[in-house]
């Protein structure tokens, strides 16, 4: 059976709504500190918040893992020099996880319209790295959005311990539909991690370029090592009909 894993954010979702969800989270920081009598100024929140975000992007470069919501937390709680009860801590952590379902991206275009087109001939899987909202979160942010049914598989690298570019994760994802390097390819927006990850275990990748603020992340290199550039998912499925016949998988 032929393979296609793909990539989350940024190749299936956007960032839209991203304002609304640190909204919702900058006010469950505010009313946990008003509970404990802190005061803390904006500048201050806004400040520990980009600490707990840098604390994950320094993470998930070096070491190839993501942290957990907990662990963002905690270096929040961090940076605000406060100790903080471990009750509260884990409300603010189900506001954080839970954020995206009250203010979900939306798919990209395309993809509504070819991910059954897809799923006709090759089994799906979803390998996705996380960072405020864990796998459990996500998989219903999917179902909301339609495309859940699609995957046989979705591995999360909170659930996973591991994040790409790291062959672990995507072995997880071929273990779970029961297929063969040799029979994969992989689709996401990240040289670093989508592209190096699926190219080192010995998969097809193709560079999905289709959303620009994948670049505020990661800025995008001149050249690639993927085998082919997406930029529409309405040409996917020709791409992948054309590498599958070059390879012959």
Not at 84 to 105: G, K, N, R
Not at 186 to 201: F, P, Q, S, V
Request: include cysteine; proline fraction near 4%; aromatic fraction near 6%.
């Amino acid at each position: 059976m032929q393979i296609i894993t793909i990539d989350l954010w940024n190749t299936l979702v956007d960032s839209s709504n991203g304002d609304e969800r640190r909204r919702i989270r900058f006010e469950a920081l505010r009313k946990a500190l008003r509970g404990l009598g802190a005061t803390r100024t904006d500048e201050e929140l806004r400040n520990a918040y980009i600490a707990g975000q840098q604390a994950f992007l320094d993470v998930w470069r070096r070491a190839h893992r993501t942290l957990t919501t907990s662990e963002i937390i905690g270096e929040i709680w961090a940076s605000l020099n406060i100790e903080v009860p471990e009750h509260v801590h884990e409300d603010v952590v189900t506001v954080f996880a839970e954020s995206i379902l009250h203010a979900p991206p939306r798919l990209l275009g395309g993809v509504a319209e070819t991910l059954p087109v897809l799923a006709v001939t090759n089994r799906l899987a979803l390998i996705s790295d996380t960072a405020f909202s864990p796998g459990r979160i996500l998989r219903l942010v999917l179902e909301r959005l339609g495309i859940a049914r699609y995957f046989t598989a979705m591995v999360f690298s909170d659930e996973a311990g591991v994040s790409k570019p790291r062959p672990e994760i995507f072995q997880k994802a071929l273990e779970a539909v029961d297929g063969n390097v040799e029979d994969c390819i992989h689709i996401g927006d990240i040289e670093r991690t989508d592209i190096a990850g699926a190219k080192r275990l010995g998969c097809k990748a193709i560079l999905y370029t289709g959303d620009p603020a994948t670049q505020l992340i990661e800025p995008r290199q001149d050249q690639t090592a993927a085998d082919a550039v997406l930029q529409s998912w309405y040409d996917a499925p020709a791409i992948i009909q054309r590498l599958r016949v070059a390879a012959r998988i």
